[in-house]
C-alpha cells in the first residue's frame, strides 16, 4: 500500500481589509461629545421659561454665544489632529 505524504502548506494570515487608521481618536469624539452638550445647552437656554419676554437679554445675546461656541468645539474637535508617536518618528 501506497501513502501519500501530503505536506501541509503554511498559508499567510490574510490582511485585514480595514487596517487603515481611525480618523479620530477617543479625544476627538470627547470633544464633539462635549460640544454637542454645550449647544443642546445653549438651545435651552434659548428656549427656557415662558415666565421671561422673548426679548430677555438672556435668551438674545448669552443663548446664541453658548451656541456659537459649541459649534466652534465642535470644528475644533473635527479638525484636531493630537500628536501620535508615529508621526514624530517619520518627522512629518
Not at 480595514?18 to 449647544?39: C, T, W
Given at each position: ?10 498559508k ?5 481589509v ?18 454637542l452638550?454645550?449647544i ?13 419676554p422673548?426679548d430677555?437679554p ?9 451656541v ?25
Amino acid at each position: 500500500m501506497a501513502t501519500t505524504n501530503r505536506k501541509k502548506v503554511n498559508k499567510p494570515a490574510e490582511k485585514k481589509v480595514n487596517d487603515l487608521p481611525m480618523v479620530f481618536n477617543k479625544q476627538n469624539y470627547r470633544l464633539l461629545i462635549i460640544s454637542l452638550a454645550i449647544i443642546v445647552l445653549g438651545f435651552i437656554v434659548m428656549g427656557m421659561g415662558k415666565e421671561k419676554p422673548f426679548d430677555d437679554p438672556i435668551k438674545i445675546t448669552v443663548a446664541p454665544i453658548i451656541v456659537l461656541i459649541g459649534f466652534a468645539l465642535g470644528v475644533y474637535s473635527i479638525l484636531h489632529a493630537p500628536k501620535s508617536s508615529d508621526n514624530q518618528e517619520t518627522g512629518t
